[in-house]
């Protein structure tokens, strides 16, 4: 199976594509290629979306936060919004997708440990429906 091409998109880049990206790219490597994001990038990661995916074993410190021409891939076969609304542009891909995920700018660091554990479980079942679809019979072993 050739590699799927994944874009999670939010709004500034900083938090929950990044965490989105990281996971998919750490869990999923093998059938997905993650990109990510935002529709008004920030300057920087969010420190403490870099502190709750070091406490995951991902470390995302030294990533920049990214627009839309930023991309050096312009052809996706999914895009995944993260909760943007109008906010994210409309990008090309085979399917769209909408995960209505809170943004956890300016909250504790235990709600950036949910929203981390949502993004985690939420990227795993994503996995799991592209073997599903591109590997009829595969499903599970993500």
């Known amino acids: 199976m ?9 709004v500034e880049n ?12 750490a869990l999923g490597g093998e059938i997905v290629e ?6 008004n990038p920030a300057s ?11 406490e995951a074993g991902i470390d995302i410190g030294n ?3 990214k627009g839309f021409k ?8 999914y895009v995944v919004t993260m909760g943007c609304d109008d906010i994210c542009p409309f990008v090309p891909a085979l399917r769209h997708i909408e995960w209505d995920i809170e943004d956890p700018k300016g909250g504790s660091i235990y709600f950036f440990r949910a929203v981390r554990d949502k993004i985690e479980k939420k990227v795993k079942a994503l996995l799991r429906l592209i073997i599903a ?10």
């Open 2 to 10: 050739e590699k799927q091409k994944v874009l999670f998109v939010c």
């Open 14 to 25: 900083a938090c929950r594509s990044q965490m989105a990206e990281s996971f998919a790219n």
């Open 34 to 39: 993650a990109y990510s994001a935002g529709s």
């Open 44 to 54: 920087r990661i969010n420190p403490d979306a870099v502190k709750v995916m070091q």
């Open 63 to 65: 990533r920049r936060c």
């Open 70 to 77: 930023d991309l050096a891939v312009r052809d996706f076969d």
């Open 133 to 142: 679809l591109e590997r009829p019979g595969k499903i599970g072993r993500t």
